[in-house]
């Protein structure tokens, strides 16, 4: 009986501590970050509000590289505004429910957040309107093809939608050649997304979907359904799956096929952690002969963009795991590129207000008479220094935003090289996906 | 307080009553009756779709965006009534599968397969609720019809579910005092003896079924109203698992206890690792939050398996000892 | 008919891995009792322990006995850290229930938050394919059929024609009886766990061996067929989990080529739900599983 009074007294004040310590007030002293390793109030944040846990945590660390070299950079030349930069994360978990008090902790609580990098499909249309109504910029790579005309004045989004990575799949199919196809995408959202649209493209571009599969991810065999497509004799097997999914998947197909068919895959068939388990399952050898993927076209690896970029990459190994992996990856490109693109937009506006510089992100970015064209971030703040107009092409650029920020994108094929590299080997432009939306 | 903070606890709150509700729910089923209810969160999960889609309107109206197989445009709060109705029927419909045959252990696991089933089921199938994807841009209840600025509607909505949180505890409390309560306690402690008196054994862990499932569907619909998203990433096993740890911290049994148990695991945990000095790579530390939560839990079962808060111990009167063994498995204690 | 012959030939090798997982877990559950959760964590950490030897350059073959010491040591320290005080302090068939979970969750996120959220991956050989009577197999796969099966006939041996077989026997079928009988049923139990963890390590690491590639949460995830498999042979029987493992294995595998992929999983556990409401005891019980009123204690 005491012990039970005791607690009755105690467990009020232990609750109520927690929620003092959970909830407001005390809690912006720390920030979340790997590179903050001195608070300081007067750090502008740009937070990467992405899945850090659960099935696409490899997303959050994948798009964060792309913020650590921007503001690395950023810091060298002099900051913003006497400012120095940092980037935060903030983990959604993949999940709606669990994003939803995530992101309004995240602007609750971080101070000085100028920018916002995310949020991905998983959880974009529960967090969407909570950034609109933080009036913060937020650059998405989100895919659903409803964003296409989405009208609210803080969303950008350079990332293209899913629905045109499934134009630009079966445009390339189609360009290659092939009429008889599989289709083996995993029943997961952000892999569900490109399906419809590449159904559609493949079918009006004269092309025959033989098997279409949405397979469970990580089971431990797919040699039922394999044998099943292989009875409907495809030419080319269209695919996004996860890496484990994969490597099971394309090794079971080697064995039961005798070989491999051509593979043509989605972007994040190109990530290093995809390259990693497929390559050893089924021979480094094999997956650059039989594997293809598009991805949104960045300029040759060999610019002043890209080089400034890889450098102060591959220096951040204190952020980041193993940087060099992420040296000709799209994603942490246009992540990179986001983040100038709102450093500068700050800079022209004089000032760090997310309401205020919000709408120069546009102006830093279109093309216009007079504008200096600049690459990098550095280049991009001595010519605003002496009052020029500047148009910000950056790694992965031009930025040719339309009235609601989406910007249109050219595609390229790759495929990986012995070291897990890419090696681009041909395109799929914008207007040519553009002729098939029609 | 800064619009930004408001906007940040008002949606705490938010969370926090739903959480409480689906607590109470599940202290029904298992804290008072003593089923091992592993297909908890698919009671949480029938709410929220239900109220999703009879908010959203016919299935025509919205084929542009996402796919679902039926749907109305009910008003406001016919979709919470449908969702508690949903999630009764479908412990009706459960009920009688698992709670008549089977070892505890047994029900625990055709209820965890039950889960895996609807999540398979639930994602491969596109048509049915959109799939994988989920159903999104679910309206705000009523925000047409206030006028009210989203600050506003946060704290409209913050009220709204504590007022549903009152209804429920005056329901949780009702039960758990009156003979029922003591009914259902007397098969928790020993079926054999509820049977020895004449009680239905199989009636009463029914009704503690069905009406835990009712009040875990509303605090689904209250979730998906609220953030306006559900999908299969929402409601997989696991979350189950953090529910009965919050039940158990909290103190089975015991109302207030679940209460608090509810705002220390699910609510409090989450908050609190973000506060922590970072360490370790990105998303260590949310792989962490998981440890924590199964060593508290263990640490609970160990040291304090009656939680934060125990159950109150309930005296009866010698009179009540000539009702046979009831009164004494009561006392035992 | 070529489908279902190739669906019946994968289903044979998916069963005969299945079922040194299935007959682990059966072994714990009948002897010690324990419905244990963990185990598929303890999968994914001995297949752990495998890749890491593969990594360092010891044959993928090898890798089978090293996880099968890792998955026995493993669980043989968890029982006795964790289990056993558990059970001793009172915690009924509910509570073990819950606390092998958390035990679960604690191992897997552990995993993740050391090695990250990635996807591990054997180096594997390549083997060639075998086409015999419709099916279509790899050398590799039948080498593992063959392993399972040869592991399954020592274990037939062991637990007919020893001692020591006779003595689980006895504990499985009443521990308090077999105590008075004098056997040492606490040196009983530790064989047990130390036997069925081996199990669990070798099909942790036959598994991946088939599928190549796993990440922190995949032992956890298979563990619910593998649980189909034991319950629906009847739990605690060893040769019931043979049985349940080739249930489940073909039937998924046969509905997948024959009726839709999608589903794979969802048959073979709506084929576990219904056996069970026919049959609660499973398809070769003898211990009492079915609920006659037995008194159960809460966490």
Known sequence: ?438 | MSSAMQFYVSTLLVYAGVYIIAAWGLNLQFGLTGILSFAYILFQSIGAYLAAVFSLGPPASRADVETYAFGANLPFPLPILVAAAGGALLAAVLGPIVLRRLRSDLQAITMLVMSLIATDVISSDQSLLNGATGLSLVPAPLSTVLGLSSLQYQWFFVGMVAVICAIVYFVMNRITSSPLGRALRTVRESERSAAAIGKNVFALRMRAFIVGGAIAAVSGALLVLFIGSWAPGSWLYIETFVLFAAVIIGGSGNNLGVAIGALVVPVGSVEAVQYLPSFGPPGMIDALQWVVIGLLLLLFIWFRPTGLLPERRRYFPVSDLRNGRQAASEADR | MDLFMAGLGFGLIAASIMALAAVGFTLQLGVADIFNFSFGAVMTASALAGYEANAAGLNVWLCLPVGAAFGAALSVCLNRAILTPFMHRGAGLFGMVIVTLGLAIVIQNLILAIWGPVYFTYQVDNSSTVRWAGMILTTSQIALAACSAAIMVVLHLLLTKTKLGKAMRATAANADLARTSGIRTSRVNDTVWALSGALCGLGGVAFVINTVSFQAATGTDYLILVVAAAVLGGAGQPYGAMIGALIVGVASEVSATVISPDYKDVVALVILIGVLLVRPRGLMASVDLVQAGGEETIA
């Not at chain 1, 008090?101 to 499909?121: C, E, F, W, Y």
């Open chain 1, 1 to 438: 009986m005491n012990a039970t009074h005791h607690m009755r007294f105690l467990v009020p004040v232990v609750s109520l501590a927690i929620l003092v310590t959970t909830g407001p007030g005390l809690s912006s002293g720390y920030a979340r970050s790997p590179s903050s390793r001195v608070a300081s109030s007067s750090r502008l944040v740009f937070e990467t509000f992405e899945p850090y846990s659960g099935p696409d945590a490899a997303f959050g660390p994948l798009i964060q590289a792309g913020c650590f070299p921007a503001a690395r950079l950023m810091n060298q030349a002099g900051g913003i505004g006497g400012h120095q930069v940092a980037c935060n994360s903030t983990d959604t978990k993949g999940d709606p429910a669990d994003a939803v008090p995530a992101a309004r902790r995240m602007i609750a609580t971080t101070s000085n957040l100028v920018g916002i990098i995310g949020p991905s499909s998983d959880e974009s249309t529960a967090t969407i309107p909570v950034f609109q109504q933080a009036h913060v910029p937020f650059f998405t790579n989100a895919g659903q093809a409803i964003f296409r005309q989405d009208s609210s004045p803080y969303f950008y989004r350079i990332y293209p939608p899913d629905d045109s990575a499934g134009y630009a799949m079966a445009v390339w199919g189609h360009q290659k050649g092939y009429k008889r196809a599989a289709a083996v995408f995993g029943n997961d959202p952000s892999e569900q997304g490109t399906v419809p649209t590449f159904l559609k493209a493949f079918t009006k571009l004269g092309g025959k979907i033989v098997s279409n599969q949405s397979v469970a991810l990580d089971h431990p065999s797919y040699r039922s359904e394999i044998e099943r497509m292989l009875q409907a004799k495809p030419q080319v097997i269209f695919t996004e799956i996860d890496p484990q999914t994969a490597a099971t998947f394309f090794s079971e197909l080697q064995q039961l096929n005798g070989s491999l068919l051509p593979i043509i895959g989605a972007d994040p068939t190109l990530l290093p952690t995809w390259f990693g388990p497929v390559a050893k399952a089924i021979g480094t050898s094999n997956l650059i002969k039989y594997h293809t993927a598009e991805q949104p076209a960045t300029p040759a690896s060999t610019g002043v963009a890209w080089h400034t970029y890889n450098g102060a990459l591959r220096a951040s190994s204190a952020d980041i795991r193993n940087p060099a992996q992420y040296s000709s990856n799209y994603t942490p490109e246009v992540e990179y590129d986001s983040v100038n693109i709102m450093g500068l937009a700050m800079l022209a506006a004089k000032s760090t207000k997310p309401s205020v510089y919000n709408a120069y992100i546009t102006r830093v970015t279109a093309p216009s008479r007079g504008a200096v064209v600049v690459r990098t971030f550095k280049a991009g703040k001595a010519a605003l220094a002496h009052h020029k107009r500047i148009q910000y092409l950056g790694v992965t650029g031009p930025f040719l935003f339309n009235r609601y920020h989406n910007a249109p994108v050219r595609f390229e094929i790759d495929h990986f090289d012995k070291k897990g590299n890419l090696v681009t080997i041909g395109h799929v432009t914008a207007a040519e996906i553009a002729a098939i939306i029609k």
